[in-house]
């Protein structure tokens, strides 16, 4: 071996990345560690469960209704004697499809009206005046309102689930953009005016291109930590809906439903209430706190 | 400053004028016959339905209902309830005070513990107390109130049957006992929500605190030889509670929305309830004076914000 070998060797280390940087840091935090393994074991919990375990969910059984946990029944039945975890696995996963699919929509929608608010001064007053306004939209009665009046046409061409489905994404998508929309914005501002977004124009890039290949990557961090926790809020705002009688219809047991039928049962049948609110508040503690552990991990500042 | 107040108010006006054309077209234009409720009935023959809806103005095309709304929305007449048929006014202050007496009280519970609390956290960071605070925070936003709400009803009310568990509203308050009546049954509410408000503003006050703590001017304040306290409550929590205030603002709304829920929880017959139940009756009249009230807040508590902050930080400039 030469000289220069040996010191190649010793000198170099394998190249780190952003995201390798990040997830460094994001181990560090002993909080998000524990959350994302919680996260992972819910996610595994609704998706894997339901192959495991082979009760039905839908089965009535009247003399095992509002039993507390049991060989048979692990967390109970419910009113009708149906199977509580089976309900809750299935929930479960409706419950988190919400509350990314939601996230998804409102994040892409909330990035396009940013971006093009921030790059094209001309769209920034208009764009930013829609968002204000949406701002100021009374948020949750208005999201009661419409899911009300729209759920039985939704239902009639959709279908029951998918129809109910796409309106609460929709809704909750479409009623919480404005946040991200402003972070990009601010973002674009002043990224716009640096040197290397300069040097892309002097090379002839469009502005597609500037928007898209050199500016969009620096804005990601930023829209990565504030997705993460919507998630949290999605899946918190799909089960108030669904608690307050206007989700989904009672044959599709989200968590929030399953709480919304359990009510009425606190007396005699407290675990009935106590499981999915326990999922709804687990889940939403562990996405925080991984929000948490991102914005920290994901911000330049801090990295020691 | 009073022409910025007066600049603020004029773009305050018009955003309520499109918010309450977006909320009128929304029913408006929905499938959902507003007179669903006769409309099931079997028992009213065709001929006197439609002679409801003439009566009603319900066959004018809606941007002119819309207009014939606003006017009489400007004389402070909201309509009459389909369901109840009172006034709507009449129905929104029989409810209101229930509202503010859970609501307005937990807020300020909220506000009053978490300022103090944010504070210590902050100056003694990574103190166990501060530990004990930042987690009890992060818990405190990520539990839904209505799971909240219905562990201290399964605890409180049923285990230890320390509190009722459903709020009596006719509850006359003219004594001693029954002012204590009303306190118990207003505690297991309040607190939901003040658990949900302190959360929130002692996280962001604490963070606040600690963009202050470690600039200049504080070091100048403890270099001329102030006691740490002086330095902290003169100096730096003045400072900070200044986008806390703003905070606690444009919470309001979002705190009156969070109530409908507690409200449902605990059968609170306030105007979160009274939405609620409009809206399973197909109430529309309601609805739409509830919406607006609420959209009304929320601008309302922006130019608040707005102005507050002008008030208190003598940098911003007013143009």
Redesign the interface.
């Known amino acids: 071996m030469t000289k220069g070998g040996v010191l190649a060797a010793t000198f170099t280390r394998p190249p780190r990345s952003l995201w390798k940087d990040a997830w460094w840091q994001f181990r560090r935090h002993r909080l998000a560690m524990i959350a994302l393994g919680t996260l992972t074991f819910l996610i595994v919990f609704v998706l894997v469960g339901p192959l495991v375990y082979h009760t039905p969910l839908d089965t009535i059984d009247f003399l095992q209704s509002l039993k507390g946990p049991s060989a048979d029944h692990p967390l109970g039945t419910d009113d009708l004697g149906r199977d509580l975890l089976a309900r809750i696995m299935f929930g479960g996963r409706i419950s988190i499809a919400v509350g990314i699919t939601a996230v998804l929509l409102a994040i892409s929608l909330g990035t396009t009206i940013g971006a093009l608010a921030g790059f094209f001064g001309r769209l920034d007053n208009p764009l930013m005046r829609i968002t204000d306004l949406f701002l100021s939209l009374p948020i949750l009665p208005l999201l009661l309102v419409i899911i009300y009046l729209f759920r039985d046409s939704l239902r009639s061409a959709f279908g029951p689930e998918l129809g109910i489905f796409l309106m609460i994404v929709g809704v909750i998508g479409i009623l919480n953009w404005m946040p991200v929309a402003r972070l990009v914005r601010a973002s674009f501002l002043s990224l716009k005016q640096k040197e290397f977004v300069e040097a892309a124009r002097s090379i002839g890039a469009r502005d597609r291109r500037i928007i898209v290949r050199h500016i969009l990557p620096n804005v990601l961090s930023p829209v990565l930590v504030a997705a993460t926790i919507g998630v949290g809020g999605a899946i918190l705002t799909e089960s108030t809906l669904s608690f307050l009688g206007l989700g989904f219809p009672p044959d599709v047991p989200t968590w929030g439903r399953i709480l919304f039928d359990a009510r009425n049962y606190l007396d005699i049948a407290p675990h009935w209430a106590i499981f999915p609110g326990l999922c709804i508040f687990l889940t939403v503690l562990s996405i925080n706190f991984i929000g948490d552990g991102l914005r920290d991990a994901l911000d330049p500042r801090k990295t020691s | 400053m009073g022409r910025y107040i007066l600049r603020r108010l004029l773009i305050a006006i018009p ?1 309520i004028i ?2 309450s054309f ?2 009128y077209a ?2 408006a234009l ?3 016959d507003p007179l669903s409720a006769f409309g099931a009935d079997p028992r009213v023959p065709p001929e006197v339905r439609a002679n409801i809806r003439h009566q009603l103005g319900l066959d004018d095309p809606w941007p002119v209902r819309y207009v014939k709304w606003v006017s009489s929305l400007a004389q402070g007449d909201f309509g009459i309830s389909f369901m109840s048929h009172s006034s709507v006014m009449d129905l929104i202050k029989q409810r209101l005070p229930n509202t503010l007496a859970v609501v307005g009280v937990a807020y300020l519970i909220g506000v009053l513990l978490a300022v103090p609390i944010g504070m210590i956290s902050a100056v003694r960071r990574y103190s166990i107390f501060d530990h004990v605070a930042t987690t009890f925070a ?2 405190g ?4 109130t ?2 909240t709400g ?2 201290l ?2 605890i409180f009310a ?1 285990d230890l049957r320390w509190f009722p ?1 459903i709020y009596d509203s006719t509850l006359v308050i003219d004594d001693v006992p029954s002012f204590l009546q009303q306190v118990k049954q207003s505690i297991m509410p309040i607190t939901v929500l003040a658990l949900f408000d302190t959360a929130t503003i002692a996280r962001y006050t604490r963070a606040e605190m600690l963009e202050h703590l470690p600039l200049d001017y504080v070091r100048t304040a403890r270099s001329k030889g102030l006691k740490e306290q002086v330095v902290v409550l003169r100096h730096v929590l003045r400072n900070s509670l200044i986008p806390v205030v703003t905070l606690v603002a444009l919470g309001v ?1 979002a705190v009156f ?2 109530a ?2 507690t409200e ?2 605990f059968r609170v017959p306030g105007i979160g309830e009274l ?2 139940t409009a ?2 009756n197909g109430d529309t009249p309601v ?1 739409t004076a ?2 607006l009230i ?2 009304v ?3 309302l508590f ?1 130019l608040v914000a707005d102005v507050l902050y002008a008030v208190l930080d003598p940098r911003i400039k007013y143009a």
């Open positions: 955003t499109v918010i977006v909320v929304i029913l929905a499938p959902t992060f818990v936003f990520s539990v839904p209505f799971f219905i562990l009803i399964i049923i568990f709304p929305g969070g409908i829920v449902q929880i939405l609620v809206i399973g609805v509830i919406l609420f959209a807040l929320v601008v922006n």
